[in-house]
């Protein structure tokens, strides 16, 4: 435990030198997946009674890969998925899988699968039955089905278990023995409606390692429906963050977190500073002289700008930097004192209040013994900075 704390601080805080070294985040290697859709929705509309849920929506998803869906409760995203499933009926547009158009196919003959939060197992039957339920249904020859469910059973690594009855399986087992059974019918796509949300925080940890190890193995398209942002960014190849019925950005997962197209998605996502600033002049073609909470500096964008145009800056807790306030060193700084300090295990974080309007900004550092600057303590005052470039900078009309 002692080394693998160390390994990470070491890990962190080397990163995050070289990265203020360089002034930009490290580039992740992200998996590819086929670029070919294998679902598209085209146009979908859904209202229950004259309440409309969905409208015009459009969303084509990959080949292979680990698609979540992100949103607020009650934002449409489990009809999204029921839609996909073929147990809602749309009003307007078309679902096409595989090039072929599903929208009037029944659900029980589209290639779909899903596993809902409640695993729905069927507690008198063991956990082989459950897997061959639908199979069974399937009139498929019993020794087929003998091969299938237990390939599918070692799959999630409970092939020894297949003689018990769901009772005597923790919650993570059960989750692992819906998705065998949902993987047992060889599906193209794999739908998930906020499947691990019923388990506890360290199980949910591990499952969300295991379903995306699985999903690898399987080279099966997953559609995962959440709240959790964590557990959308640990998880998924592209993330689609949904607001009232409507997508508010498509992307991978760094991009949703590093670069937020609206306020919205900003806040949804993470901790996030939003800082008022206005414009001063365009330095270059990217570069934008302004004015941010009282101090003048250069903040990237190639927006179209004017002269006073009122713009948002947003930052991380992780982009600030913090440092002791000397009056010499620091005049360019934004100004404001700590009121509240808080380990976090490989990070430390501090509340920040500014001098010149009270706002409350939060700076995440990562722990690093050697540091000096680390040693902030509570009531000091502080020069608030931020690494060159990591800033997010919106209109102000636009991030309403
Ligand atoms: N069968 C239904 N009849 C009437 N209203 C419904 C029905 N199903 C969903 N709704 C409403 O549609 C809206 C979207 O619901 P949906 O379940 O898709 O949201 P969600 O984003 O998945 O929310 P949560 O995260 O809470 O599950 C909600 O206001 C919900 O009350």
Redo the contacts with the bound molecule.
Sequence with gaps: MVTYRICCKYFISTQYLFLGSLGRKPKLVEKSVQSKPIIELRSLSKS??D?N?INNFNLAINNGEFLTIL??????????LRLIAGLEELDEGSIILNGEDITNVPAEKRHVNTVFQSYALFPHMTIFENVAFGLRMQKVPNDEIQTRVMEALRMVRLDDMAKRKPAQLSGGQQQRIAIARAVVNKPEVLLLD?SLSALDYKLRKEMQNELKALQRQLGITFIF?T?DQEEALTMSDRIIV?NKGNIEQDGSPRDIYEDPKNLFVAKFIGEINIFDAKVIERKTANKVIANVEGRICEIDTDMDVSADQKLKVLLRPEDIVIEELDENENSKAIIGHIVDRSYKGMTLESTVILDHNNMKVLVSEFFNEDDPHIDHSVGQKVALTWHEGWEVVLNDENSQ
């Design positions: 229950f009674g309440k849920i949103g607020p409760s009650g934002c449409g995203k489990t009809t999204v906020e429906v709240h949904m």
